[in-house]
């Protein structure tokens, strides 16, 4: 049976292992000068595909594409604070940004602000300037209209002043385009009606 | 007796992997911090003129004054984010948005409210944006013409991407 030697090929296209298929004859000659010319070919093949220069260059290939993600990454950026005065209960209240009206005196207005870039709620913040008594508020990132629970920050009676939730993948997405802003949930029971509060949402627009 | 080269062992080329991933590993962690300044504001939007945006402060427990001196970034950076609001629709014109440094507006990366953007823009870009350098003030300025109404309220807000540690 005459010398075969066969190469396979990874996934890169880089030859990596080698397999030999021979005879042995009684007296041992074959095995051992063609086995061992088998081998020199097969290294030199090797040598060619495997140099510690192509390793280091496979690497830092795949490195520096690695790297450009991590360069081309979404911004993150925290957004507010939105603002509600005196939660009332067991209402779902659009929070304001504040505007100055004239040089000192402020208004609000609960339009959201339009992002232009996809992207997803990584963190919400409510905080309060007096401790709930009884009930829940709830802040809720609102896309377009739409109020969305999937990441929310409660106060409670075990969060009485502030709270805040963080999530790089449980956060609700948005589209380009939307709307962003805010709401406060309250439960029928929530008390005081005189808390005022605010609301900040970090978002993580997506991956250049 | 033919052997391997040393090149191939597996030992040798995990130290090779494992030392440029630590490498990487360190620039990961090292990357500039994403700030977002703001709300910068104007009240009651001229017509046509160019107006630096103010930052609020509290001048009493209850009342409030502007201010439109900047930050001071002690550390380089580039705008990779800008973004404008108002109370009210634009009616007519452009209003837009850009950053400040040191004084000076940049039209390199701007929002503007306009005809098809009438309550509120943005514009995200990694290579856009202005630089600028260590010890520099950040702000924003409006630009408007032929802008009404002339009662709208505006905010902007800034996100900068400070230059890797």
């Known amino acids: ?208 | 007796m033919v052997t391997s080269p040393d090149i191939y062992d597996a030992v040798v080329v995990d130290a090779l992997i494992t030392a440029e991933v630590a490498s990487r590993i360190a620039g990961i962690a090292n990357r500039g911090i994403d700030v977002t300044l703001g709300p910068f504001y104007v009240n009651d939007l001229p017509a046509s003129t160019s107006r630096a945006a103010s930052l609020g402060y509290f001048d009493s427990p209850t009342t409030l004054t502007q201010n439109s001196y900047g930050v001071k970034m002690r550390r380089a950076g580039r705008l990779v984010g800008i973004m404008i609001i108002a109370d009210a629709d634009r009616v007519s014109g452009t209003a837009t948005a850009m950053i400040r440094v040191s004084g000076s507006p940049s039209t390199a990366m701007t929002a503007a409210l306009d005809g098809s953007n009438k309550r509120s823009n943005s514009v995200f870009s990694l290579s856009d944006g202005a630089t600028f350098a260590a010890g520099q003030f950040i702000g924003a300025n409006i630009v408007t013409a032929d802008f009404a109404p002339v009662t709208a309220n505006a905010q902007v807000w800034l996100t900068v991407r400070l230059d890797d540690f």
Do not use: C
């Open chain 1, 1 to 208: 049976m005459p010398l075969k030697p066969t190469l396979e090929q990874d996934p890169w296209g880089a030859t990596f292992n080698a397999h030999i298929e021979t005879s042995i004859n009684l007296d041992g000659t074959l095995k051992d000068s063609a086995i061992n010319s088998a081998a020199t070919t097969i290294n030199a093949a090797l040598n060619a595909k495997y140099d510690a220069t192509v390793v280091d260059g496979l690497i830092n290939a795949e490195a520096t594409s690695r790297i450009a993600e991590v360069d081309n990454r979404g911004i993150d950026f925290t957004f507010g604070p939105f603002f509600v005065n005196d939660v009332p209960a067991n209402l779902s209240t659009p929070a304001g940004l504040p505007y100055f009206n004239t040089a000192t005196a402020l208004s609000q207005d609960t339009t959201g602000i339009r992002i232009w870039r996809a992207g997803r709620v990584v963190g919400i913040v409510i905080s309060s300037d007096a401790d709930v008594t009884a009930g829940t508020a709830v802040a809720r990132i609102r896309i377009t209209g739409t109020t969305f629970s999937a990441l929310t920050a409660t106060l409670s009676t075990t969060n009485p002043r502030s709270n805040s939730a963080f999530s790089v993948s449980s956060g609700s997405t948005f589209t380009t385009g939307s709307y962003i802003g805010a709401n406060v949930v309250t439960s029928s029971d929530f008390a005081p009606i005189t808390m005022n509060a605010q609301i900040y949402l970090i978002l993580r627009l997506d991956d250049f």
